[in-house]
């Protein structure tokens, strides 16, 4: 996992605007930025946590990188071996392709089953539209992908009512899995389960990416869950991506002045000390601030933040940040 | 334990049970505590273990039917003398007199809390209204604008005539708190008051409810599925597993010294962000159907130092290991031997 390896995923200068319409005609008078001008890269077996709060973009971000939304400009690179394929440009034919090498995992495992088919049909279905398998081939396959994440065979034929939460995650995953992707992105997997299960899914899912390779985009807004997964952290507020850095860095040492208010506000067991509590709210994605999005509630905001957008840049080989002031502050981690 | 006097709420063996056509969910199933005037509980439990339906039957608002206080008692020490909730019925004048004067409660969902149908001021101002009918109109909106500043809304003045929808979930969230506050009440019960809300927005709730408690001088029940929150606001702790309490203690004891396995496992599963935790502990199994009877220890089947033979077949009864930490655990209880399944059942027929 060394900074030299060569990515596995790239994301450059990503936009995704929904429009507002209006009006008589239907007019576009606006756009949500929901995803900003984001560029990260996803190295090969490697775990990115991405973390924010609602609205942040996360999740558009998630979905946008498998083109479940398609982009409004940027381009989504993945490497896989010489094969390189630009996700935004892939025809139907290719798009098959780039699925059998990505993947999701969704935050809610009681909406993202459908109840009229069985596990055997849920866990079978990208087999059979990617055009990966079908019949006896297809029913091994299944089953083989439902002793990997800890499912019953059993319980090939029964219908996603008859499962727990945890277990309806568990079809999920493996869901994602069956295809034998490289990368996939998990959608808060574990935010609707409760804390004694959601251990279990997020073990099953380390388990899982050192039995075979795996690289994770994990989002969630738990940074506690976002700790122990992850080996690099980005953080997003308000559709942009305001710093990237490795885990134990960006925790110890905050480069942002969100990051650091973030950090901050997480309630700890460990000591009870005075919190920074940042004032304000997330603004309203159509209405963005000037300036730096975060500017209005930030504590260190300058004359330059108000009226000058900052860009992401590197200060450190592995470490970047989009704030004016980064080289002058030096912000309390954990 | 603090003397008697203290006491503000006494919650002694409450059981509400839910009568469904599935059969009966025992859901509070024998729980006694009490909150000292001014000071906070906490109670940590995952979903389904009775703690929202505890605080409920405090305020006796579970629905009726299915659900049902069935035995139990929850006394309120206030200065004109004891009352027995319990005894009271649900929709009565006794009753009405005491929710949101005495006990009211914040509850987690900031979006439904409040009827869209009305302005926010008008929904606070039904509620002193009710309680102190002699203020005028004017001094009633002066009193919600006063109430809307203190819990941080900007210009009150302004805000006190809009629309539940018109805020966000956090300016919700302090409106049904102000509305909560609008009679003093001693108590103050808060269901999971920030889960709805993102983490910065939920460490300005938190710091507001902890000032508020102060001014006010009031009791707070704190309940939420989130340890680091509840350890932050609560003087003590209990943890609630399957409507019974497993744990109680000051909450640096139940931190640095749980007891009970369920506590300790439950400990070990949840990732935090000033832990380095190379590898999650988790809990084996999962919970049992609510409909089940327990014998014994309800976290018997996913325990791993359950003692089969006498975990399984009575229910261990309440220790107290220090003055300030109990636990409901045969582990812990002196004389509790692997039965001879007599004695086991001589214990059951003793409680």
Same mark, same amino acid.
């Given at each position: 996992?060394?900074?030299q390896a060569?990515? @596995?995923l790239? &994301?450059k !200068?990503?936009?995704k605007?929904?429009p #507002?319409t209006? %009006?008589?005609l239907k007019?576009t008078?606006?756009?949500v930025k929901?995803v900003?001008?984001?560029t990260l890269?996803?190295?090969p077996?490697?775990?990115?946590g991405?973390?924010g709060e609602?609205?942040?973009g996360?999740t558009?971000?998630?979905r946008t990188?498998l083109r479940?939304?398609?982009?409004?400009?940027?381009?989504i690179?993945?490497?896989e071996?010489?094969?390189v394929?630009?996700v935004?440009?892939?025809d139907?034919?290719?798009?098959?392709?780039?699925?059998?090498?990505?993947q999701?995992?969704?935050?809610?495992?009681?909406?993202?089953?459908?109840?009229r088919?069985?596990? @055997?049909?849920t &866990?079978? !279905?990208?087999l059979?539209?990617n055009? #990966?398998?079908? %019949?006896t081939?297809l029913?091994?396959r299944?089953?083989k992908?439902?002793l990997?994440v800890?499912?019953?065979v059993?319980?090939?034929r029964?219908?996603p009512?008859?499962f727990s939460?945890?277990?309806r995650q568990?079809?999920?995953?493996?869901r994602?899995l069956?295809?034998n992707p490289?990368l996939?992105?998990?959608?808060e997997?574990v935010?609707?389960l409760?804390?004694?299960?959601?251990?279990?899914?997020?073990?099953?899912?380390?388990?899982l990416?050192?039995?075979y390779q795996?690289?994770?985009?994990?989002?969630?807004h738990?940074m506690?869950?976002?700790?122990?997964m992850?080996?690099?952290?980005?953080v997003?507020?308000?559709?942009?991506?305001?710093?990237?850095?490795?885990?134990q860095?960006?925790?110890?040492?905050?480069?942002?002045?969100y990051?650091?208010?973030?950090?901050?506000?997480?309630?700890?067991m460990?000591?009870?000390?005075?919190?920074?509590v940042?004032?304000g709210e997330?603004?309203?994605?159509?209405?963005?601030p000037?300036?730096?999005?975060f500017h209005p509630r930030?504590?260190y905001?300058?004359?330059?933040c108000?009226?000058?957008?900052p860009?992401l840049?590197?200060?450190?080989?592995?470490?970047t940040?989009?704030?004016?002031?980064?080289?002058?502050l030096?912000?309390e981690g954990? | 334990?603090?003397?008697e006097?203290n006491k503000?709420v006494?919650?002694?063996?409450?059981?509400?049970?839910?009568?469904l056509y599935?059969g009966v969910?025992r859901a509070?199933d024998?729980v006694?505590?009490s909150i000292?005037?001014?000071k906070?509980?906490?109670?940590?439990?995952?979903?389904?273990?009775?703690?929202?339906v505890?605080?409920?039957?405090m305020m006796?608002?579970?629905?009726?039917?299915?659900?049902k206080?069935?035995g139990?008692e929850?006394?309120l020490?206030?200065e004109?003398g004891t009352v027995?909730?319990?005894?009271m019925t649900?929709n009565?004048p006794e009753?009405r007199?005491?929710?949101?004067k005495?006990?009211?409660m914040?509850f987690?969902?900031?979006?439904t809390?409040?009827?869209?149908?009305f302005t926010?001021g008008?929904?606070?101002?039904?509620a002193?209204?009710?309680?102190?009918p002699d203020?005028?109109?004017?001094?009633?909106?002066?009193?919600?604008?006063?109430?809307?500043g203190?819990?941080g809304?900007?210009?009150?003045s302004?805000?006190?005539?809009?629309?539940?929808h018109q805020?966000s979930?956090g300016m919700r969230?302090?409106a049904?708190i102000a509305?909560a506050?609008?009679c003093?009440?001693k108590?103050?019960?808060?269901d999971?008051?920030?889960?709805?809300l993102?983490?910065?927005?939920?460490a300005?709730?938190?710091?507001?409810?902890r000032?508020?408690?102060e001014e006010?001088?009031?009791?707070l029940?704190?309940i939420?599925?989130?340890?680091?929150v509840v350890?932050?606001?609560?003087?003590?702790?209990m943890?609630m597993?399957?409507?019974?309490?497993m744990e109680?203690?000051?909450t640096?004891?139940?931190?640095?010294n749980p007891?009970?396995p369920?506590?300790?496992?439950?400990?070990?599963?949840?990732?935090?962000?000033?832990?380095?935790?190379k590898?999650l502990?988790t809990?084996s199994?999962m919970l049992?159907s609510p409909?089940?009877?327990?014998?014994?220890?309800p976290f018997?089947?996913?325990?791993?130092?359950r003692?089969p033979?006498l975990?399984?077949?009575?229910?261990p009864?309440?220790?107290e290991v220090?003055?300030?930490h109990?636990?409901s655990?045969?582990?812990?209880e002196k004389?509790a031997?692997v039965?001879?399944?007599?004695?086991?059942s001589?214990r059951?027929?003793?409680k």
């Amino acid at each position: 996992m060394s900074a030299q390896a060569e990515p @596995l995923l790239e &994301i450059k !200068e990503l936009k995704k605007w929904f429009p #507002i319409t209006g %009006g008589f005609l239907k007019r576009t008078i606006g756009y949500v930025k929901a995803v900003d001008d984001v560029t990260l890269t996803v190295l090969p077996g490697e775990t990115l946590g991405v973390v924010g709060e609602s609205g942040s973009g996360k999740t558009t971000l998630g979905r946008t990188v498998l083109r479940l939304y398609e982009p409004t400009s940027g381009d989504i690179v993945l490497h896989e071996g010489a094969n390189v394929m630009h996700v935004p440009q892939l025809d139907d034919k290719e798009m098959h392709h780039f699925r059998r090498n990505a993947q999701m995992i969704f935050q809610d495992p009681y909406a993202s089953l459908n109840p009229r088919m069985n596990i @055997l049909e849920t &866990i079978g !279905e990208p087999l059979l539209v990617n055009g #990966i398998a079908k %019949g006896t081939e297809l029913e091994e396959r299944v089953k083989k992908v439902m002793l990997q994440v800890g499912l019953r065979v059993e319980h090939l034929r029964r219908y996603p009512h008859s499962f727990s939460g945890g277990q309806r995650q568990r079809i999920g995953i493996a869901r994602a899995l069956v295809v034998n992707p490289k990368l996939v992105v998990a959608d808060e997997p574990v935010s609707a389960l409760d804390v004694s299960i959601q251990a279990q899914i997020l073990n099953l899912l380390k388990d899982l990416q050192a039995q075979y390779q795996l690289t994770y985009i994990f989002i969630s807004h738990a940074m506690g869950v976002i700790r122990y997964m992850s080996d690099r952290i980005a953080v997003m507020y308000a559709g942009k991506m305001v710093e990237v850095g490795p885990k134990q860095e960006l925790l110890s040492s905050p480069l942002h002045p969100y990051t650091e208010a973030l950090l901050s506000a997480v309630p700890k067991m460990s000591q009870k000390r005075k919190r920074l509590v940042s004032r304000g709210e997330v603004p309203d994605l159509s209405r963005l601030p000037s300036g730096c999005v975060f500017h209005p509630r930030c504590k260190y905001a300058t004359d330059i933040c108000k009226n000058e957008e900052p860009h992401l840049r590197e200060i450190s080989p592995t470490r970047t940040v989009s704030c004016h002031l980064a080289d002058k502050l030096t912000l309390e981690g954990i | 334990m603090a003397n008697e006097t203290n006491k503000l709420v006494e919650v002694r063996d409450l059981q509400t049970y839910f009568y469904l056509y599935e059969g009966v969910v025992r859901a509070v199933d024998g729980v006694s505590y009490s909150i000292n005037k001014g000071k906070s509980l906490g109670v940590i439990g995952e979903s389904g273990c009775g703690k929202s339906v505890t605080a409920q039957s405090m305020m006796r608002i579970v629905p009726t039917p299915p659900a049902k206080e069935v035995g139990g008692e929850i006394l309120l020490h206030l200065e004109k003398g004891t009352v027995d909730i319990l005894k009271m019925t649900a929709n009565s004048p006794e009753m009405r007199a005491l929710r949101w004067k005495e006990i009211s409660m914040v509850f987690q969902e900031p979006m439904t809390s409040f009827s869209p149908l009305f302005t926010i001021g008008n929904q606070i101002t039904e509620a002193i209204r009710l309680h102190i009918p002699d203020l005028t109109k004017k001094e009633m909106r002066d009193r919600v604008i006063e109430l809307l500043g203190k819990v941080g809304i900007p210009q009150p003045s302004r805000l006190i005539d809009v629309y539940p929808h018109q805020l966000s979930g956090g300016m919700r969230q302090r409106a049904m708190i102000a509305m909560a506050l609008s009679c003093n009440p001693k108590l103050l019960i808060a269901d999971e008051p920030t889960t709805a809300l993102d983490v910065t927005i939920e460490a300005q709730i938190l710091e507001l409810i902890r000032s508020l408690q102060e001014e006010f001088g009031m009791a707070l029940m704190y309940i939420s599925h989130d340890l680091a929150v509840v350890s932050e606001m609560s003087d003590e702790i209990m943890i609630m597993y399957l409507g019974r309490i497993m744990e109680k203690a000051t909450t640096d004891e139940v931190f640095n010294n749980p007891l009970h396995p369920y506590t300790q496992a439950l400990w070990r599963s949840i990732p935090t962000i000033d832990g380095d935790i190379k590898r999650l502990n988790t809990i084996s199994g999962m919970l049992p159907s609510p409909y089940t009877v327990h014998k014994g220890c309800p976290f018997f089947s996913r325990c791993e130092q359950r003692i089969p033979g006498l975990c399984d077949e009575a229910k261990p009864v309440v220790t107290e290991v220090t003055p300030t930490h109990t636990v409901s655990c045969f582990l812990y209880e002196k004389n509790a031997q692997v039965p001879m399944s007599a004695n086991a059942s001589t214990r059951v027929g003793t409680k």
